[in-house]
């Protein structure tokens, strides 16, 4: 089953707890921390997380989108998320701080932008219980997919299944009705959808017509 994760980085969030209601029937809720360094945009701290334990069921991931990873990753895993995601480009340890994150009870995600080479996880794939691939440039919501990183899915895919490896490939970035079953069809599990669940009139409506789209193999944009 392919799982639906929003984002919250587009919500209301004068009135964030009514919005993550309006979500319940997704299966993750996604928090984009950034810290104003390794992306140009400021975000959530972990109070948030800590917050949002009394305002849903849905198991929170933090994307820690930040400079410093290793100082950030206890604070996350004590205010209560589930999985943790740290990217590969801003991690000189990358062993040690997935090994951390799990030593937490937590998932451990590893993220890639959109230039960033798959080899790169080469080493370290088996110990990762999912990738996340943006499809855009991180930093902001409402960017246009890049299309040429599907091939990127494509062959993560095709590793992942060669190898027979329990971890789960996410996708994040520009995520829309024409495009979201075609990237199932590549080999995604897990879809970060900001824009697309939260600028429609009813967000909940949303999030089950997509995952209905996503399970059913809807009509879709191929690449």
Not at 44 to 58: D, E, I, K, N, W
């Amino acid at each position: 089953m392919v799982e639906i994760a929003p984002s919250i980085l587009n919500a209301n969030l004068l009135q964030l707890g009514l919005e993550i209601e309006k979500i319940q029937q997704a299966d993750w809720l996604h928090f984009d921390v950034m810290d104003g360094h390794f992306v140009p945009n400021l975000t959530f701290g972990p109070m948030f997380v800590a917050a949002m334990q009394h305002a849903t069921r849905l198991p929170i991931e933090a994307h820690l989108m930040v400079d410093n990873p290793d100082f950030l990753i206890p604070l996350y895993a004590e205010a209560g998320s589930k999985r943790i995601i740290i990217h590969q480009e801003n991690s000189v340890h990358l062993h040690r701080l997935v090994q951390r994150i799990k030593e937490y009870g937590c998932e451990a995600g590893v993220a890639l932008n959109p230039a960033t080479p798959l080899s790169t996880l080469e080493c370290i794939l088996p110990d990762l219980n999912l990738v996340l691939l943006m499809t855009v440039n991180p930093g902001f919501g409402g960017q246009k997919l890049l299309p040429g990183v599907v091939t990127k899915i494509k062959e993560l895919r095709q590793i992942v299944n060669k190898q027979q490896i329990q971890c789960k490939i996410e996708v994040d970035g520009g995520v829309n009705w024409e495009n979201a079953t075609g990237l199932v069809k590549a080999g995604a599990d897990v879809i970060v959808a900001g824009t697309l669940i939260y600028k429609d009139p009813d967000p909940g409506k949303a999030v089950i017509r997509l995952k209905t789209m996503l399970n059913e193999g809807g009509n879709s944009t191929d690449f």
